[in-house]
T-cell receptor, first 112, second 115 residues
Framework: KQEVTQIPAALSVPEGENLVLNCSFT??????LQWFRQDPGKGLTSLLL???SQREQTSGRLNASLDKSSGRSTLYIAASQPGDSATYLC????WGAGKSTFGDGTTLTVKP | DAGITQSPRHKVTETGTPVTLRCHQT?????MYWYRQDPGHGLRLIHY???????DKGEVSDGYSVSRSKTEDFLLTLESATSSQTSVYFC??????????????FGPGTRLLVL
């Protein structure tokens, strides 16, 4: 059974700092990995999708990497801003299953 | 934002009452999903649909049923609500015929309280 872990559960940084969020998964047989952002009381917003054949994807200040062999992905946020404060979740789309497995998320607070 | 709406957005009901949640999309996407989100459990898949009248169970399907009679609508029914079904329910849709490129888009959620 696929397990997805995100450590730490919470992270607080000063504005302007570059930071890395981590996502690890136990089964490397995946189609893709997706990073989401969730604001309090809201739904999930898709940030980046990395296909299993890709190593990284970039969108603005965000860069996500994928290392299938080690079961790890990172989300790099450059020059963090208070508006980046949210919970960030990763999800892997498993081979042979019509579903994704989600991590519990990392709650990020960026202090002005 | 993907055109996904959920109704109702908030609901309070009593134990033993049937409840139906609706997800409506305007994107004509084939796949639709129902998740629940609970502290300590993250997001868990309840049921999903891969076409009109084509549905399958997720990991926490007991006590729930679904129906999809039109591409744009996916209904989740709690047959007899229990307090353990108090949760936030999210609908999601996905947009690709190639699973490697499948991006999921989420609705705003429905907060359900079962007393």
């Amino acid at each position: 059974k696929q397990e997805v872990t995100q450590i730490p559960a919470a992270l607080s940084v000063p504005e302007g700092e570059n930071l890395v969020l981590n996502c690890s998964f136990t089964d490397s047989a995946i189609y893709n990995l997706q990073w989401f952002r969730q604001d309090p009381g809201k739904g999930l917003t898709s940030l980046l999708l990395i296909q299993s054949s890709q190593r990284e994807q970039t969108s603005g200040r965000l860069n996500a990497s994928l290392d299938k062999s080690s079961g790890r992905s990172t989300l790099y946020i450059a020059a963090s801003q208070p508006g980046d404060s949210a919970t960030y979740l990763c999800a892997v789309r498993d081979w042979g299953a019509g579903k994704s497995t989600f991590g519990d998320g990392t709650t990020l607070t960026v202090k002005p | 934002d993907a055109g996904i709406t959920q109704s109702p957005r908030h609901k309070v009901t009593e134990t033993g009452t049937p409840v139906t949640l609706r997800c409506h999309q305007t994107e004509n996407h084939r796949y639709m999903y129902w998740y629940r989100q609970d502290p300590g459990h993250g997001l868990r898949l309840i049921h999903y649909s891969y076409g009109v009248k084509d549905t399958d169970k997720g990991e926490v399907s007991d006590g729930y049923s679904v129906s999809r009679s039109k591409t744009e609508d996916f209904l989740l029914t709690l047959e007899s609500a229990t307090s353990s079904q108090t949760s936030v329910y999210f609908c999601a849709i996905s947009d690709s015929n190639r699973v490697e490129r499948e991006t999921q888009y989420f609705g705003p959620g429905t907060r359900l309280l079962v007393l």
